[in-house]
């Protein structure tokens, strides 16, 4: 989980070169903190996109698809706002949109068709699009590079601490920096559920090239969290390539492979602390599958462990409950060999086996009891099939949890 | 839910003639109540099972799923016991399930391989087999043609209430009566999570015709239901059939059709009895789909409203929260047309329009309140693609779930 990038404190979305925000109030939170958020590049950037795959997408999903398939190297902008998902709101819903984009361009003064949006909240509930614009004017006049971590506590909702991150890495022809911001909390899955995410990075992009770097840092990170098993409408993360630094990563393989990490860091911090902070969550839980015949079906069983409601409620517990996560990787859809299988456990960093070759390994009860009782329990399910690998993150679930939802007002 | 098909008093697996049935305790669970199960056909039974589709399949799945693959037509016992599952406990549990097996056969004097078997519990842990056999001695000396009910007792896990059902028809030839017990509680999803349940008839039934009337049941009943969204190392349904009322339905389509509706009527209100008493349920959730293109999506759909932790815990806090309710169903993986939707809920059998084209249909907030109040919700969501529908039920989600799963000792 750590990472030999250098980290900037308190980094963020405007950590490298040419990037500003700023928040604002607009009145949909009542407790009168920032709901809205604005972010700007001084120049166009190459962006990449991944959204949700939930059949009912959400406007501003619908929006930004469109809009960077048409346009992906013309980005200028990303509104934000919380408390409203703009999602399931029909064609109404995608003229809030787009007045909200519009609202963003006008108040920064850009060309039109150059601003993202994201919302984040209640479904089904219009976008109050005059506030939204007034408080998009608001931010606007406030713009600061400084202002990321303020644009990551506005889209905020059930989250209970705001999520930001950067680092920057020397390069031959300078430095490159990379940061991001990200929303999370409940309804997150793979699959990209309720989840916000933005990135940016001053160095020189190209979308067709940035786009499955992007692909491939969103299924290691924000694609294998899992807080409850359940997908939204509005899941997106964007990253956004400005240029400033004025160097192109894609030039060089070992550049581009070190860019990629950079990306990968900011992106798996942002991911980590959205399970970290999970809807009641009181432990985190590293999922390592090795063994299996290739990524995806690793990832399919880490996935499958993460979203047991039994296995997250056994680690509540602090239950060794080893028996859960088999039966709970054995409904992954994905074809083991029982004889084939081990499970193991750490604790600083040495592992104890719970389970071999599918049968009881009758481990030391008092020591399983003792690693499940950490905070961060590490586990690793070798398939025993190949050679492939995944990790996939998830936190325990708790009655608290179950009330933060049940309370949520619709 | 209702059913034309009259039903028994008290009615079990001992209801049809020629089946007797009787528990005793094993010293499996600790407060001294029956463990075991010991179930006697006096004739040979053609045989239908569905087993669960977890990838770890427990040994006494294994070991009847061969047995009935091999002599589908000789049954003539099921043994059953609580508390340990024999699930990943290696080529030790395989034996151990058969040496169960023929502990059941010698107990009742059945000729070998006439037994199946049945185990529910813990995972991982050895089957104390002698403590069991000498359990099963001490039932088949009690067989009685009362004793269905003590067997659903013994059976149970975290149930709260012991779960049998029977029903009765007239024929032109005579009565027939189906008969069923199961245990469900907590890991109950579609593809037959820690469920198991078995259902007896007098019918003169082939194995090759049981099959697919049994399979399409469970379909429609052990496998629309859900929990917790868990599957299990050990779910098994049977269905035996002894012949002793002399009435073969096959022979006829108006009966064979009846003698489905009874089985279905059996399996059904067993697996509502499991849903209502799933782990810390407070309520139950019946969702329709409708206006489907297959019955597989619209079951589909169903099942992806009814493992949603979001949705369930939204109706444990009678918050009609129908934008969750559709961003699950545009989880399912299924393609939605989001104009095309409508979703409804009903009180005393009046609907109640909550979205109507994927947008906000602005319902009577009070009346929405009081309808996600009731102890039982009915929900339907046309899809507008077809004319395929399924029905799929669950249960809200609690703080005493988490309670019950956290403490359950591994």
Redesign the interface.
Known sequence: MSSAIPEIPNGSVTSPRGFTAAAAHAGLKTDGTPDVALLVSSTSCATAGVFT?????AAPVVYDADLLSERPGRMRAVAMNARI?N???????LAAARAMAQAAEQAAGLPPRTALVLSTG?????LPVAQIAEGLRTAAAGLTAEGGVDAARAIMTTDTRPKHHAVRFETPAGMITVGGIAKGA??IHP?M?TLLAVLTTDAVGEPALLQPVFRRVVDRTFNAISV??????NDTALLLANGAAGIDPARDGALARQFEDAVLAVARTLALAIVTDGEGASKLVEIQVVGAVSEASARDVGRAIA????VK??I??A??????I???????????A??R?TLEAAEDGEWLTL?A????AHPDAARARAIFQQKTIRLRIDLGLGRAEAVVWTCD???D???I??????
Chains 1, 2 share one sequence.
């Open positions: 795959k939930n059949a009912l997408r998902a999602a399931c709101t029909g064609a109404d819903g209640v479904i089904g509930v219009p409940g309804m699959d559920a409850d098993g359940d997908t939204s409408t979203r047991s409601t039994l409620t056994a509540y517990g239950d060794p409950n080893w028996g859960r088999l039966a709970a990787a054995g409904a992954a859809g994905v074809a083991l029982v004889d299988l389970a070759g599918g049968a009881t679930l708790t009655p949890y179950v009330r939802n049940a309370d949520y007002t619709s």
